[in-house]
């Protein structure tokens, strides 16, 4: 699921208290009941909130039980900003780490017009994403992947 922007609201809303009443969310983001209930119903179906009589939490480890998908798509402009940011840091020719997460995943992405760059990993993304460029060494804990 990709949040829509009154998703992403309501989704931030919750973390930001820990839980809210579907009442209370309908009046927060000025629309109906039924809408509150189908955003909910549907962002718990995705493992992001957990519903209860009334209302709707944050899951008691919220991270761990988003599937990657999503989890690329949460904050998917503040880690394209950062991810920028990092690039733009990154000179030609130089030698970084790059560890879990969807965050760095979108660095990777943003390092593929670099050149001459040796990057070492322990994530199986970040090392995917980055062998497509040839003018760029990628070691994993396994060896050196290979550009295609």
Do not use: Y
Not at 68 to 89: C, D, M, S, T, Y
Not at 115 to 135: D, H, M
Request: a positive charge; aromatic letters at 0%.
């Amino acid at each position: 699921m990709n949040p829509n922007p009154r998703q992403l609201l309501l989704l931030h809303a919750v973390q930001a208290q820990g839980s809210l009443t579907v009442d209370q969310l309908a009046d927060k983001l000025g629309v109906t009941l039924q809408t509150v209930r189908r955003d909910v119903q549907r962002m718990a179906d995705d493992g992001l909130l957990t519903r209860f009589h009334g209302g709707v939490r944050v899951p008691s480890s919220t991270i761990e039980n988003i599937a990657h998908p999503q989890r690329e798509n949460l904050h998917a402009e503040g880690k394209a900003r950062i991810a920028r940011a990092v690039a733009a840091e990154v000179p030609n020719d130089c030698s970084l780490i790059l560890n879990i997460g969807t965050t760095t995943e979108a660095i990777a992405k943003a390092l593929m017009q670099h050149k001459g760059l040796r990057v070492i990993t322990n994530n199986l993304n970040v090392a995917t994403i980055l062998s497509a460029n040839p003018q760029c060494e990628v070691i994993i804990a396994g060896g050196v992947v290979r550009g295609r």
